[in-house]
């Protein structure tokens, strides 16, 4: 009995090719990013502060994390999981402006453990390394001047998105 077997090539440097890849397109963008670190909750000290999953950007879905957005104003979707007796998770969808080079940690704020609504908590913000906002800015404007507009930027009315307040807390 003979085996045509051929051995199975080696999947690493496909894998790394493709990582390579994925991190040129992300440093190829054109409009300035900042991010929100989220599915965390940074303040762990405060009482009823529970982590949240931005599932959407401006209606569009995202898996990444954390997830990179382009500054300006934007409808984030999120959800808060369930708390003890429910099943299903509280969504709720936020305005917000998002600054350049700038990472966000947001968190849910409930009144108690057994509450299910909650509200959004910037808990911190904090600088992008290595980003320069200006020259991030002037990209930006460079692209939107060309017609190319960035992934995860979209434009929306002042007017339809309601005042929120946020707190934070450092």
């Given amino acids: 009995m003979t085996h045509n077997a051929r051995p199975l090539a080696p999947r690493a440097p496909r ?4 990582a390579v890849a994925a991190a040129a397109l992300v440093g190829c963008t054109t409009a300035p990013l900042s ?13 009823n502060r529970y982590p949240l999953v931005v599932t959407a950007v401006d209606g569009a879905s995202t898996a990444f994390r954390p997830v990179p957005i382009a500054p300006g104003p934007h409808l984030l979707t999120m959800d808060a999981a369930p708390v003890a007796g429910f099943s299903q998770p509280v969504q709720k969808v936020y305005p917000m402006t998002i600054a350049p080079c700038t990472r966000y940690y947001v968190a849910a704020q409930r009144t108690s453990p057994l509450v299910q609504d909650w509200n959004l908590v910037v808990e911190e913000t904090w600088p992008v390394s290595g980003c320069d906002a200006a020259k991030e ?11 190319q507009a960035a992934p995860t930027s ?3 009315a002042p007017a339809a998105m309601p005042p929120v307040a946020f707190t934070t807390s450092r």
């Fill in 15 to 18: 894998l790394f090719a493709a």
């Fill in 35 to 47: 991010f929100i670190n989220d599915q965390q909750v940074y303040h762990k000290t405060v009482l």
């Fill in 137 to 147: 800015l002037e990209k930006a404007k460079t692209a939107a001047l060309s017609g």
């Fill in 154 to 156: 979209s434009v929306i």
